[in-house]
């Protein structure tokens, strides 16, 4: 049975510091894109970062402009596990965080969520004082 779990989630300061995973089950996630997306609340779902061709020398990630420098996808095929590294957290990170896959899932500054096939149940951040 194909599936995706996220896990990682949790309540932390501003400031402060998670590491979201995404494990695969059923199917082999280098065979495909992998992306984070995140919705907040009241908030549209958004793409957050995404990886693809991994691994070395060709892979290739995406992030987004708002969470650029802070955010950092990597992936571990050995462990058919992509992470996603939060850092600087702000209260405007705050949301239900996704991972998606797709063989053919836009990675680029569109991410086009319907381009992913398969999603995880998702994985709760709350940043707050």
């Known amino acids: 049975q194909l599936q995706l779990v996220e896990s990682g989630g949790d309540l932390v300061q501003p400031g402060g510091s998670l590491k979201l995973s995404c494990a695969g089950s059923g199917l082999r996630l280098d065979y495909y894109v992998v992306a984070w997306f995140r919705q907040g609340p009241g908030r549209e779902r958004e793409g957050v970062s995404c990886?693809?061709?991994?691994?070395?020398?060709?892979?290739?990630?995406y992030t987004a402009d708002s969470v650029k420098g802070r955010f950092t996808i990597s992936a571990d095929p050995a462990m058919n596990m992509v992470s996603l590294q939060m850092n600087s957290l702000k209260v405007e990170d705050t949301g239900i965080y996704f991972c998606?896959?797709?063989?053919?899932?836009?990675?680029?500054?569109?991410?086009?969520?319907?381009?992913?096939?398969?999603w995880g149940q998702g994985t709760e951040v709350t940043v707050s004082s």
């Open positions: 990886i693809k061709n991994y691994p070395p020398p060709n892979d290739y990630t």
């Open positions: 998606a896959v797709g063989a053919s899932g836009q990675c680029d500054g569109s991410m086009q969520s319907s381009t992913f096939n398969y």
